[in-house]
């Protein structure tokens, strides 16, 4: 199939871009089009305007306590990238194939606000933060208040994600990341994303986020809470996964029952607890 026709403006700076997409309510913007594209081919959005982002000046990578990484950065290079936290590189080869992540960005896949996507998984997970710029200004946006469900977040119309801003790793904090799909570069069947500090050998601001069984990064504060204060052993991670299993409610598919996901999540969350624990030490 081919898209409907549509008006197509190549920006020039962030102040052209915003003015573009806020003069036309039915406008999209695109840089790595990875998702776009083909939801544009099969008419699932049909967008009067295209606003291309890749001359508007976001992409760039800059440390300054944060990395912060401008939202049309190549997935590829920021996979690359030794200041990126180790979470974030661990995810990475995760996020499609590495065709499409030579071409998507890392701005896009936050935007895009897919539940299955490991991008936003892991900046929930580190507490990073969203920077969006539109007619108003701009603004810091936390990844839990920032994603709604799936494919829709609280971006205001005429805004656009300009920067991501990722923490960077600190003392005796440990993080892991594991994902379970069919096949590699497949969507997840569930994705979890676990950040842990090690203080006097008792587990501490434990920060546990869920994916692809749920609508968007997920957190469950009472799975966190037992964990808080103990020392992880492999019977602790195991009866925190069963706690996971328990709290999510994923809906199934043709892929996969209900009952498998919820057990699949626990014991990825056993692994990647287990994992980070031991990389805190």
Known sequence: MKPVAFEYVAARSLEEAIEAIGRDEDAKPIAGGQSLVPALNMRLVRPTLLVDLNRAGLDGIESDGVLRVGATVRQTTLEHDVRAHPLLREAMPFVGHFVTRNRGTVGGSVAHADGSAEIPLCLSALGGTIVAEGPRGRREIDPDAFFVTHFLTTLEPGELVVETLWPPPEEFEGAAFEEFA?????????????????VE?????????????????????????ALDGSFVTPAVARE??????????????????????????GTLVERALLRAWERAA
């Open 240 to 265: 925190a996964g069963a706690l996971a299993a328990a709290a999510v409610d994923p809906g199934g598919s043709i892929h996969a029952t209900p009952e498998y996901l919820r057990a699949l999540t």
């Open 201 to 225: 050998d008792m587990a501490a601001d434990v920060r546990i986020r869920i994916g692809a069984v749920t609508d968007r990064p997920t957190g469950f504060a009472d799975v966190e809470a």
């Open 182 to 198: 069919l096949r590699a570069g497949d969507y997840a069947l569930s994705m979890v994303a676990v950040v842990v500090k090690r």
